[in-house]
């Protein structure tokens, strides 16, 4: 079985989009028929392979260049400027050619009657599951601009941590691979020539002195094998780590990442409080605010409590009760909800929420930012240091023996 991309139309005219699964085209088509819809495309669906992602990789647009589309479109809309004309100013801007070409594709979309986040989906390399959940949820209240702004905003900062991170590990990165340059060095070249000398002369050789030396003989030996299983194993990662059960692999070992994880739950809970307070704001009812968040925070297993928790809202329960208990949410997440529920302000709970573990998470990277470049020389001076002692301590003991 194959899977089809369709765009149709139905009998009051409304716009369809969605895949069917079919044996080949005729037949998908032949489906979509019976349905009496009118199809407009049909195209077979590119699996998401390591080929296309490399390829969205290549075709990836900086946050910085995204930051700005998304501030532009945000104060072109609060000027009430239709979408359509929006975009079209916006495409006749923008200089950086992936994103001009995207930005093409998304006003055709528009004009042929896609929704704009359906339009945003189709270029998943450039916007993130973020990003067009969130102009979801901005087209289901009416405030795109708002919505918008917060999104330009959270790229802005999204773009500073990145620039923090980067300023601080550019020298520690020269330092380890000028590192690795010289270990590889010296395990292929400098201790294959030193080796007969200690074989021939009997001198006892120290524990680390005889790891390397069993190291240094396998990748002269089989440096090539090394390289092509680190590839394998890469693509096999990657392609895991893509499918529904690697991702729910891969988010829960990132909340127990020591340090790293606290970071990400309080990254995840700002996300989510911002969310949920933009669309109760815009006339959602909390059950429906918390499950259309649960699709912008980003991790599956926040996504899967919060589906939860919708649900136990629509039998009757508060928010702040299906949250108490949860580790994932510590006590003072459904305590300030409470009381913005019981007070009838949850917006307003929500916003303090938002500020408070958003001033969390940056408090968080930079201390960690201050942290990387001591504890990285650390390391290094004390790797380098075991490497050379490794060779000058036989050196010694033979100079000993004379």
């Known amino acids: 079985m194959a899977k089809f991309g369709y765009k149709a139309r139905t009998k009051d005219g409304s716009l369809q989009v969605g895949n069917v699964d079919a044996s080949n085209r005729d037949t998908a088509l032949s489906i979509l028929l019976s349905h009496q819809l009118y199809v407009l495309s049909l195209e077979p669906v590119v699996e998401d392979n390591w080929y296309t992602r490399i390829m969205d990789f290549m075709k990836r647009v900086k946050t910085q260049d ?5 501030r532009q479109f945000a ?3 609060a000027s009430q400027v239709p979408l359509s004309d929006s975009l079209a100013n916006l ?3 923008t200089s950086k050619p992936v994103l001009k070409e995207a930005l093409y594709e998304i ?3 528009v004009d042929a009657g896609f929704s ?3 339009a945003l989906e189709r270029h998943k390399g450039i916007f993130s599951e973020f990003y067009v959940n969130m102009i979801k949820s901005a087209e289901v209240t009416g405030r795109l601009s708002e919505v918008l702004d917060f999104l330009a905003d959270y790229l802005e900062k999204q773009a500073t941590l990145v620039s923090k991170v980067k300023n601080a590990l550019t020298y520690p990165a020269f330092v380890i691979a000028l590192f690795i340059v010289v270990v590889i060095v010296m395990m292929t070249m400098v201790f294959p020539q030193i080796l007969p000398i200690f074989k021939e002369s009997n001198v006892p050789l120290p524990f680390f002195t005889r790891v390397l030396i069993g190291v240094s003989s396998f990748m002269s030996q089989w440096w090539w094998m090394l390289l092509v299983a680190f590839g394998v194993v890469m693509v096999l990662l990657v392609d895991y780590f893509a499918t529904p059960e690697g991702k729910a692999v891969r988010d829960t070992l990132s909340l127990k990442v020591p340090i790293l994880g606290s970071m990400f739950q309080k990254l995840y809970i700002a996300r989510f409080s911002e969310s949920a307070r933009v669309l109760i704001k815009g006339g959602l009812t909390i059950p429906q605010a ?3 968040s649960s699709h912008t925070i980003g991790n599956v297993v926040y996504q899967e ?7 136990q809202i629509r039998k009757g329960k508060l928010l ?3 949250l108490v208990g949860l580790e994932e949410f510590p006590p003072l997440v459904s305590q300030l909800i409470s009381v913005g529920e019981s007070t009838g302000r949850l917006e307003d709970l929500l916003g303090k929420i938002t500020d408070f573990y958003s001033r969390e998470v940056d408090n968080m990277v930079d201390n960690l930012v201050t942290l990387i470049q001591p504890i990285l020389m650390v390391v290094i001076g004390g790797v380098v240091a075991m490497l050379f002692a490794s060779i000058l301590l036989p050196i010694y003991n033979l100079s000993q023996s004379f």
């Open 107 to 109: 006003a055709t979309d």
């Open 91 to 93: 495409y006749k801007q």
């Open 66 to 70: 995204l930051m700005i589309f998304t």
């Open 290 to 292: 918390v499950e259309i």
């Open 116 to 118: 704009l986040s359906q």
């Open 320 to 322: 702040s009760q299906t």
């Open 305 to 311: 409590l919060l589906h939860q928790a919708a649900e």
């Open 75 to 77: 104060t072109l809309l």
